[in-house]
């Protein structure tokens, strides 16, 4: 079991043992490895403590490596290695400090040791066997698919007799499983059924040993009709209760509970749901779009809720004013929203250009929908050009979707009978979540798809500055009665790798070039803190900080607590209240955290930790599964495959993307693949990608690129059909105007916003329940959906750009307008729906 845990954290230990030499590995490993649970940390420090014991043991490389061996000597003992060995050798030992067993087991493992040759062309087999078994088919995880099973189904294979109609001539069949509600069962294909049907059957597997009262046989109604194999079909059944034999309910209800363990319960279902709610776990917390609710009060509609997490929660940020009033009532107000919604597409789609402008210590923001400026072209330079002036200019990706306050109830998929808890965990929204959401009509996203390239193009823009005045009209003012916004943060797995504590305490703050400015802090951590200033502080994210903490200076004489350095992670409006952390030089340590360090372990009993309790208990997973329920974009997953990153499951909500339609055009397998090889450019993802996530932490902003998708639709085969490009989001965009041109003229042209996001530990708490039923009857069923989960190491979302992106290319416009009829018409012919 050990080994099996370690296996997991390969890599990890691999980069770990790099380091073991080091003085300064304790803090090192515990950096590494803040994240993982005690008990892997214990695992992990006993391996390295294992690798850093010196040894005796003789190295005897004759006839087990390429090279030509020779004696070498060490300490007065002989060795016999080749030259590639004792470079190793003494490489290691120089990094470990002597002669340990990481230095014996890396000696061991040289490239040309035949045993590790012959390990690594067995590898190689298995993956390319894998690859031709795969394909290259990529899981495909249909969000909010699972339901809930009202009661658990047995597999268990009887005989039966079936009659499709009364007078009929009965065929023989057998079950494959079969509930108190329902049955499956293999029906000969040469026997048609179709859904509705309403047919009969007799369980005569049973009769032989029970008395079932039932001459007349049982009534059930055709669900669905599955191919099975070329012999017969498998037929999903439910009962129509239409014999009232309580008897007989009784019976078969006894009947699977004391043969369960004999026959093994069905967890497809199950297994289903938990694939599935493990993969919405990563994603939601990772989204970069703002989650915007929209309620009806006296036929008007108005923001009335926010669902933020870590990445997007700077736009709802971005949308406050000086007093942190929301303007996202006035940018989306009822005019616009009618307008919106009066758009085409299940899923109304426009982008809005939105910057602000202070005056008289007021923040006033301005904002145009690209329909609303195609109808005042007049206008349409001399907006970007101002607002692109601005630090504060943003482009936002708009999306509005049908959203219903009964989605927001998603029981868990276990039957009733899984234990006496289920129906306790199976509650739907309190009367006060429900009051929040009662009055919810649609779930709008912003996406910010702002591109460096694209505001360079704008500030160029000519335009009268006599004209100016004419923004007027794009302006906001504001309201003295704000509708309230209830912002809601996502409740997921506490992933900081340090809690933060509630403590006021003196502060000075020193910013070079100018001056002191006194403080209070408010929060703090070992890794950093957070400080409230008497007045304004002129500092932005990233610069650096000399701290003195006067007061508390006073009770330590071990730690020197001033110009303690500290990076700005956030400023608020009012420029304020500070958010900092620790910024190291080298590998020295920071004072401020050895002294937070000790501070908190001394005083846990006295510390108010900042534990962000939810405001209305229950909210939070309301609008989860709303949104769940709603997904609208792309989302991919990136798993660890050896050394390196693949994409290893593509997520599908209940509102395709053109990226999904532009895949399934060349689906032919099960419904639950998807062949995703062509998204990006060759080796992009292995390598580029792989080498920029392992820079990466949980906490960092997600990487942000354009993915360029050039189609022909002539062509029969994906590989021929799709080509693609990607540059990083603060590239020119000049180096692909050619491709995109090519595109625009022969084929179609996609352009998607990537993000890419690291993810930590898997929230595990979210599918408990699921996992210790599934563990009940199969725990190595359970096993391998647990490691499937850790095996992600990144979370991705797709945007649809295309619009924006090429429209400010500078493309001549009939060009476009023809690339963007012949899309159109393609999407309406091969997806109606």
């Known amino acids: 079991m050990p080994e099996d845990r370690l296996q997991k954290y390969q890599s990890l230990i691999d980069d770990l043992k790099l380091d073991l030499g080091d003085p300064a590995f304790d803090r090192i490993f515990k950096q590494r490895t803040a994240e993982l649970s005690k008990p892997d940390q214990f695992l992990l420090k006993m391996e390295m403590s294992r690798l ?256 933020t997490n870590e990445n997007n929660a700077g736009l709802n940020y971005y949308f406050e004013d000086e007093k942190k009033q929301s303007a996202l009532y006035s940018v989306f107000n009822q005019k616009r929203v009618q307008r919106l919604l009066e758009l085409t597409g299940a899923v109304k789609e426009a982008v809005c250009h939105v910057f602000t402008h202070s005056s008289q210590g007021k923040m006033y923001f301005y904002s145009a929908f690209d329909f609303e400026l195609a109808e005042l072209p007049q206008l349409n330079d001399l907006f970007f050009a101002f607002g692109s002036q601005k630090d504060s200019f943003k482009s936002f990706k708009v999306q509005l979707m049908p959203s219903h306050h009964e989605d927001a109830f998603i029981p868990l998929s276990l039957p009733a009978s899984a234990g006496k808890n289920v129906e306790k965990l199976n509650k739907r929204p309190s009367p006060r979540v429900q009051g929040f959401i009662q009055n919810v009509k649609y ?128 400023v608020n409006k009012t420029s304020t209240i500070i958010n900092l952390k620790v910024q190291k030089i080298g590998q020295l340590d920071h004072n401020a955290m050895s002294f937070f360090k000790v501070l908190i372990d001394n005083n846990k009993d006295k510390l108010v930790a900042c534990d962000e309790a939810p405001k209305v208990p229950g909210l939070s997973t309301a609008l989860r599964n709303m949104v769940t329920k709603s997904v609208c974009q792309f989302p991919l997953y990136l798993h660890k495959e050896a050394s390196h990153n693949i994409v290893g499951a593509i997520g599908q909500g209940l509102y395709p993307t053109s990226l999904h339609h532009l895949l399934h055009s060349f689906s032919d397998n099960s419904d639950n693949t998807i062949d995703a090889k062509a998204i990006f450019p060759e080796r992009f993802v292995e390598e580029k990608l792989s080498d920029l996530l392992k820079g990466q932490t949980r906490q960092d902003k997600p990487l942000k690129f354009l993915v360029f998708i050039k189609f022909d639709s002539e062509q029969k085969t994906q590989h021929e059909a799709i080509s693609s490009q990607v540059i990083a989001q603060e590239e020119s965009l000049d180096s692909l105007y050619l491709f995109a041109k090519k595109a625009l003229r022969n084929d179609l042209l996609f352009v998607y916003q990537l993000y890419v996001s690291k993810t930590g530990r898997p929230d595990m708490d979210y599918l408990a329940n699921e996992l210790r039923y599934v563990s009940h009857y199969a725990i190595h069923k359970a096993k391998d959906l647990e490691e499937a989960l850790w095996s992600i190491t990144g979370v991705c979302d797709l945007v649809d750009v295309s619009e924006y992106v090429i429209n400010n290319m500078g493309f001549d416009a009939p060009l476009i307008h023809a690339m963007e009829e012949k899309k159109k018409r393609w999407l309406e012919a091969n997806f109606k729906h």
């Open 443 to 570: 779930l709008m996203q912003l996406t910010d798809v702002t591109t460096p390239s694209i505001s360079e193009r704008f500030l160029h823009l000519n335009y009268e500055k006599s004209l100016v005045n004419q923004l007027k009209k794009f302006g906001h003012g504001k309201s003295s009665t704000p509708p309230s916004l209830e912002v809601v943060a996502l409740e997921y797995v506490n992933l900081r790798a340090h809690r933060r504590y509630l403590y006021k305490t003196a502060a000075i703050v020193t910013i070079d070039g100018h001056g002191v400015f006194n403080c209070v802090t408010r929060d703090f951590s070992v890794m950093g803190l957070q400080v409230e200033c008497e007045e304004a502080i002129p500092v932005k994210k990233g610069d650096s900080i000399h701290l003195d903490l006067v007061d508390l200076q006073k009770l330590t004489k071990q730690h020197n607590l001033t110009k303690l350095r500290y990076e700005v992670m956030m």
């Open 52 to 307: 850093s014991q010196p040894v005796a043991r003789f190295i005897d490389l004759r006839g087990q490596v390429a090279g030509q061996v020779k004696p070498y000597e060490y300490e007065g003992k002989q060795h016999f290695m080749d030259d590639v060995a004792i470079d190793v050798f003494e490489q290691e030992v120089a990094r470990h400090g002597g002669y340990t067993l990481a230095v014996y087991e890396a000696v061991m493992c040289t490239e040309n040791n035949y045993k590790v040759m012959q390990k690594q062309a067995k590898e190689r087999e298995e993956e390319v066997e894998k690859d031709a078994e795969n394909h290259n088919y990529t899981k495909l995880i249909r969000f909010a698919s699972y339901e809930s099973r009202s009661e658990e189904r047995m597999n268990y294979s009887i005989k039966i007799t079936v009659e499709l109609a009364q007078n009929q001539p009965k065929i023989s069949a057998t079950t494959s499983d079969i509930s108190l509600s329902g049955a499956k069962i293999k029906l000969p294909t040469n026997q048609q059924v179709d859904p509705g049907q309403i047919i009969s059957i007799r369980l005569v597997g049973l009769e032989q040993d029970f008395e079932l009262g039932l001459k007349e046989g049982i009534q059930y109604e055709v669900v669905a009709v599955e191919p099975g194999t070329i012999e017969y079909n498998q037929v999903r059944l439910k009962r129509t209760f239409i014999e009232k034999n309580q008897g007989f309910d009784d019976f078969l209800n006894s009947f699977i509970h004391g043969n369960k363990r004999r026959y093994k319960i069905n967890l497809d279902n199950t297994l289903d749901a938990v694939v599935c709610k493990g993969y919405e776990q990563y994603y939601l917390p990772r989204v970069c779009s703002l989650f915007v609710f929209l309620s009806e009060k006296q036929q008007n509609l108005f923001p009335s809720m926010v669902l």
